[in-house]
């Protein structure tokens, strides 16, 4: 087996070996106060110098480290406001997040509220059409119980007789003459009295000359009244009150002797009356209006219940007596007449459901009466039987027609997303669309739906 050769440092110094006795020569002093390491058994030792110069390396690195220079201040400074500096950046960090959270959620209730309460309301005045119909109805007079079929109302069918006496005027006349006439009073403020004779002139402004019909004598300081034509009749000469003149008297004592007139003249023709036919048919004409205007006011307080009727006088029944003869001198003549007046009387409401039936039968299925008034119904006797106390009746009305609510003028599809103009240029493209009316809410919105539940349209009438 080899040998191992374990060598202490002192041995190497000289020293004698391990067993051996101690050597009576004093230690050199160690530059290194701790003792070296023993060695570990069965591994070989490092040679002295090694090991020293190790040692050294060691402690000169502990006094670097325990002695370190001082660091600079501006470096110092910069250590300091590190943690500052770190903090400001965290605080950012936590703004930008709130703020991010915040405009999120700003964006996420926009969102709701758009969805969830944004709504349109379309409010759409359809085109209404005008259509002409007419319809013949059997008014059946109310002794009748019999069951009324279609077609056939309940009603008076009736004959009412009536008389009347009126007075007319000729039209008729001969203008034989024309006169302007009136009243003066003449005054004389002269030291004499004055005799006019008839005919003397009077002139008034204008040169409207008026002669005296009569002979006066006007007393000094007196005054008379005297009558005046004028000389030359016509409309124009009927002035009003005025002063006249004398121009035959001499003219020093014409502002002494005048005349006035306190009232304006009078114009008047002298006519010679004569009755035309003209006057017999028309008097005749208006005496049968007359009759079935009263004959509508007895009839209306006696059967309240019939707030629609037709009256015609029956023409093969009408007597009449006129106290006059056509070509005859005369101003005024007097008619007599005796008539039966035909009355057909019913319920205007019974018209207009009959009416309104003839009307939905004829109509489409889209389709509805939105005005059909009654007044408006034009209402003619067609036939009569007054045995059988029936008559027929025609009926002349003019309805509105429009496009029923269900109607589906707007497809809301099409409407999804648009903008105000764009939604306005749609609604003026239907040909059914006469108007409408655009109604956002809230009402800052300006952009339709992108739910078509979220759209109402509304149908105006």
């Known amino acids: 087996m080899s040998e191992t050769n374990f060598l202490s440092p002192t041995q190497e110094q000289g020293n004698p070996p391990a067993g051996g006795k101690k050597s009576s020569k004093k230690k050199p002093k160690k530059a290194l106060k701790s003792p070296a390491k023993p060695p570990r058994q069965g591994l070989e030792m490092k ?30 400074k910069i250590e300091e406001n590190l943690p500052k500096v770190k903090k400001s950046e965290v605080k950012n960090i936590y703004k930008k997040i709130a703020f991010s959270f915040v405009a999120l959620t700003v964006i996420l209730v ?28 059997e008014v059946i007079d109310k002794v009748n119980n019999s069951a009324l079929s279609q077609g056939q109302i309940q009603g008076l069918v009736r004959q009412l007789p009536v008389e009347q006496v ?14 302007v006439s009136g009243k003066v ?41 005297a009558e005046v034509y004028a000389d030359e009749p016509s409309a124009s000469m009927a002035i009003g009150p005025s002063r006249f003149i004398i121009p035959g008297l001499w003219a020093g004592i014409q502002d002494k002797i005048y005349a006035v007139s306190s009232e304006p003249m009078k114009y008047s023709e002298k006519v010679k009356y004569i009755i035309k036919q003209s006057d017999i048919d028309n008097a005749v004409s208006e005496l049968k209006n007359n009759i079935l205007a009263n004959a509508k006011k007895e009839f209306a307080s006696t059967y309240p219940e019939y707030n629609q009727s037709i009256f015609q006088v029956d023409n093969n029944l009408v007597n009449q007596e006129v106290q006059g003869k056509v070509g ?22 019974d018209v207009y459901e009959q009416a ?22 034009v209402f003619t006797l067609e036939n009569l039987n007054l045995s059988q106390a029936v008559a027929d009746i025609n009926l002349n009305f003019t309805a509105k027609v429009t496009l029923k609510n269900s109607a589906g003028i707007i497809k809301k599809n099409n409407l999804i997303g648009l903008n105000v103009e764009q939604v306005k240029a749609y609604l003026k493209s239907l040909p059914e669309v006469a108007g409408y009316e655009i109604r956002f809410f809230p009402s800052f919105i300006k952009k339709m739906p992108s739910l078509v539940d979220r759209i109402e349209i509304v149908i105006k009438k």
């Open 356 to 377: 309104r039936q003839k009307l939905a039968a004829t109509l489409a299925d889209d389709r509805e009466v939105v005005g059909l008034n009654q007044s408006d119904i």
């Open 110 to 137: 926009a969102a709701v509220l758009y969805f969830g309460l944004a709504k349109v309301t379309l409010t759409i005045v359809p085109i209404q059409e005008k259509i002409t119909d007419s319809l013949t109805l």
């Open 47 to 76: 040679p002295p110098a090694v090991e020293e110069k190790k040692a050294r390396a060691f402690f000169k690195l502990k006094d670097n480290l325990n002695t370190s220079p001082a660091m600079p201040k501006a470096k110092l």
């Open 328 to 349: 005859e001198e005369k101003e005024n003549f007097v008619i007599k007449m005796k008539a039966f007046v035909t009355v057909v009387a019913f319920k205007e409401s």
């Open 166 to 179: 009126r007075t007319f005027t000729s039209s008729g006349k001969e203008v034989l003459g024309e006169e």
């Open 185 to 225: 009073t003449i005054i004389n403020s002269y030291m004499k009295n004055q005799p006019l004779v008839a005919t003397t002139r009077l002139l008034a402004s204008g040169n409207k000359l008026f002669r005296l019909r009569n002979t006066v004598n006007v007393p000094a300081g007196g005054q008379v009244e």
